[in-house]
Nanobody, 117 residues
Framework: QVQLVESGGGLVQAGGSLRLSCAASRSTLNFDAIGWYRQAPGMARELVAT?????????SYADSVMGRFTISRDNAKNTVYLQMNSLKPEDTARYYCNARAILTSYWGQGTQVTVSS
């Protein structure tokens, strides 16, 4: 079983920044990709950003966060980060880490991000 533990959420004013962390219980290189998702109350969970486990670590972003959020990983620490800048009230949600393997995927418990206007 794989554990993913998210941290770094909190309350921030619009325009501020937060850095989320996703610590995995095993090497992040064991997964095809790791992504950050978010879910606001009453809304479907949506993909925010992903990073592949290939040597290049290719990344992808939702249009709504492109240019503001950056996903990165530290293989030595088995941790993936989401740097969030220029935060907007519409970024308010619970943010989840997901690690995807060939036949399965794993989810963390999430961390709450609240952006005040």
């Amino acid at each position: 079983q794989v554990q993913l533990v998210e941290s770094g959420g909190g309350l921030v004013q619009a325009g501020g920044s937060l850095r989320l962390s996703c610590a995995a219980s095993r090497s992040t290189l064991n997964f095809d990709a790791i992504g950050w998702y978010r879910q606001a109350p009453g809304m479907a969970r949506e993909l925010v950003a992903t990073i592949s486990s290939s040597s290049g670590g290719s990344t992808s972003y939702a249009d709504s966060v492109m240019g503001r959020f950056t996903i990165s990983r530290d293989n030595a620490k088995n941790t993936v980060y989401l740097q969030m800048n220029s935060l907007k009230p519409e970024d308010t949600a619970r943010y989840y880490c997901n690690a995807r393997a060939i036949l399965t995927s794993y989810w963390g418990q999430g961390t709450q991000v609240t952006v005040s206007s």
